[in-house]
């Protein structure tokens, strides 16, 4: 294998001084020797920096740093540092708690290498709580049923933050760090790749090369609640208007399947605002704005509030049946549609 790409490994952190060791190993232990990894902290108030630093001082590749006080605090922030200061033609994305497997870069370039002039390639993790040896689970599968871009609308995302390693201009271009924003970063990466190309390619078939930790309760994105408080939940209802807005302008045209995916995501979060926080008033307002934004038929507006009155009298969203409608298909959100999520449902098919 041709070692001419330089693959920059960013890695922003904070308090994670746990797992940062294993992490770098992880770095370190690469059979393919061309990469670069810078770290930026986050001013942790742990020992995260005294290891930073000594991997630093023990190989030239590692570039520790920590975020200039002139930006603001966040992972993307140090993401975006770290990126104005790599070199790499080839960018991966790592946090600092989860580990690579000794085989991933050299597994990555190989495909780079087999299938060039792509934008990014995706590649299958998995997940893991305390020892990798003891991964169970896939982070998520490939199927044909639908498009990557119709799953990722609902939240069943392919692959998580170093799943994918993205062409370097490309990444630059996309401009998908978004600096400002707390919760679903990596996620809203990902729906902004799909958005803008389909110039890329997956190979989930080969054995994952990521192994992600699932069972930090520090990390905000795992941690932070979908509904119980109402202004993040605010907050992702603005993010999904924000989505739209993206592909709006980037002249996407949504299947009639991704449509649906994304209308669904956005009436089960208005939803509780009705259910969980008896906020009517919000509730009406946004379902008159996204029923008159997709066109959506008059049986299928009335409809949004019978199941919002049903399910808010039931309190229990699963207990309520809807029955099927062919012509409503598309017109009417399915509003158990995280049900069809399938992140970290997948066991390990390990090779004999």
């Not at 992490?23 to 930073?52: F, G, K």
């Not at 119709?150 to 490309?170: K, V």
């Not at 760090?177 to 990466?189: A, H, K, P, T, V």
């Not at 009517?280 to 029923?291: G, N």
């Amino acid at each position: 294998m041709c070692e001419s790409f330089l693959v920059s490994v960013l890695i922003p952190n904070y308090n994670k001084v746990l797992y940062l060791e294993e992490c770098l190993d992880s770095v370190l232990a690469q059979s393919y020797s061309n990469w670069e990894c810078i770290i930026v902290d986050d001013h942790s108030t742990d020992d995260s920096w005294n290891i930073i630093e000594s991997f630093s001082k023990r190989n030239k590749r590692f570039q520790a740093y920590q975020r200039p006080s002139y930006l603001p605090k966040g992972g993307n922030v140090c993401r975006k540092f770290a990126l104005s200061r790599s070199k790499g033609t080839h960018i991966l994305f790592l946090d600092s708690d989860d580990v690579l497997m000794p085989f991933c870069l050299a597994q990555r370039i190989q495909k780079i290498e087999e299938n060039q002039y792509l934008d990014f390639w995706a590649f299958s993790t998995a997940l893991f709580q305390e020892k990798v040896s003891d991964a169970k689970f896939l982070w998520n599968i490939d199927h044909e049923k639908e498009s990557d871009l119709t799953r990722f609308l609902r939240m069943d995302a392919l692959w998580q933050t170093s799943g994918a390693i993205y062409e370097r201009t490309f990444l630059i271009h996309l401009n998908g760090l978004n600096s400002s924003r707390m919760f679903w970063q990596d996620y809203e990466l990902h729906l902004k790749a799909l958005i803008s190309t389909e110039n890329y390619r997956k190979f989930f078939d080969l054995p994952p090369d990521v192994f992600i930790r699932d069972g930090d309760k520090s990390s905000l994105s795992r941690s932070t609640p979908f509904t119980a408080d109402i202004d993040i939940l605010k907050e992702r209802i603005e993010f999904l208007e924000e989505i739209i807005n993206f592909a709006t302008e980037n002249g996407k045209d949504f299947s009639p399947k991704e449509f649906h995916s994304i209308f669904s995501f956005q009436y089960f979060l208005i939803l509780q605002l009705f259910l969980k926080h008896g906020e009517f008033s919000l509730f009406k307002e946004k379902w008159k704005l996204y029923a008159y934004q997709k066109k959506i038929s008059f049986h299928a507006y009335l409809k949004g509030y019978y199941i919002a009155a049903k399910l808010k009298l039931s309190n229990r969203l699963k207990s309520v049946t809807i029955r099927p409608n062919r012509k409503q298909k598309i017109d009417f959100p399915d509003f158990l549609i995280l049900d069809k999520i399938e992140i970290g449902k997948h066991p390990i098919k390990f090779q004999s």
